[in-house]
């Protein structure tokens, strides 16, 4: 099956601070996803983003299919932005159940 | 619209008692998954379905059975707990639709917690 890579695994930033999430995935892919888990647990859909570039406010998402990578970008971060970002990618080719990357965990201090 | 309602919350069990994790969606998704996550893992995918009547294996079915009788339910079942089945588990669900908005957004369950003693 696809394989997906997060980086960094971990991020530590002060509020107000910029940051890169980067998701790497191993074969070309027909749809990306973003979830954002905060500390309750909860998992909240962030970018549906099979290609180009969406934004929401302080975040935005860029996925190079071709170069098989997207990148989430948050900018002026919170400490709401405190949880675990996953990035997902459909489990194999023309599935439509998606497999998840380990996740970047990040904490905004205030 | 409730979404995707997940119980129990909490279960403790012990070793080789059987259980089911009940979920439950109202907006007529197809598609209905479990993962698992565990710490440092992410999330990984024990059983899916496309449709009533329709099932398939994940990443990490071994132990677990579904069933889909209807569109709405699609219960997991732990046959004899195992302490490795000791993890968090979430339901979620998402349709099917070329180029509508929203297809194929997973909508996650609130989660349900598993301690296997």
């Known amino acids: 099956g696809i394989q997906v890579e997060q980086s960094p695994p971990d991020l530590i930033l002060q509020e107000g601070a910029n940051s890169t999430l980067r998701c790497n995935f191993s074969d070309s892919v027909n749809n990306l996803q973003w979830f954002h888990q905060n500390p309750w647990g909860q998992l909240i859909n962030l970018f549906y983003?099979?290609?180009g570039t969406k934004q929401n406010g302080r975040l935005s998402a860029t996925t190079v299919a071709t170069e098989r990578y997207s990148l989430l970008y948050i900018s002026s971060s919170q400490t709401t932005d405190s949880g675990v970002y996953f990035c997902?990618?459909?489990?194999?080719?023309?599935?439509?159940?998606?497999?998840f990357g380990r996740g970047t965990s990040l904490i905004v201090h205030p | 619209n409730a979404g995707v309602t997940q119980t129990p919350k909490f279960q403790v069990l012990k070793t080789g008692q059987s259980m089911t994790l009940q979920c439950a969606q109202d907006?007529?998704?197809?598609?209905m998954s479990w993962y698992r996550q565990d710490p440092g893992m992410g999330l990984r995918l024990i059983h899916y379905?496309?449709?009533?009547?329709?099932?398939d294996q994940g990443e990490v079915p071994n132990g677990y059975n579904v069933s889909r009788s209807t569109t709405e339910d699609f219960p997991l079942r732990l046959l004899s707990a195992a302490p490795s089945q000791t993890s968090v588990y979430f339901c979620a669900s998402s349709y099917s639709g070329q180029g509508q908005i929203g297809a194929n957004v997973l909508t996650f369950g609130a989660g349900s917690r598993l301690t296997v003693l």
């Open positions: 997902a990618v459909p489990a194999s080719g023309g599935s439509y159940i998606p497999t």
């Open positions: 379905s496309v449709g009533a009547g329709i099932t």
């Open positions: 907006m007529n998704h197809e598609y």
């Open positions: 983003i099979p290609s």
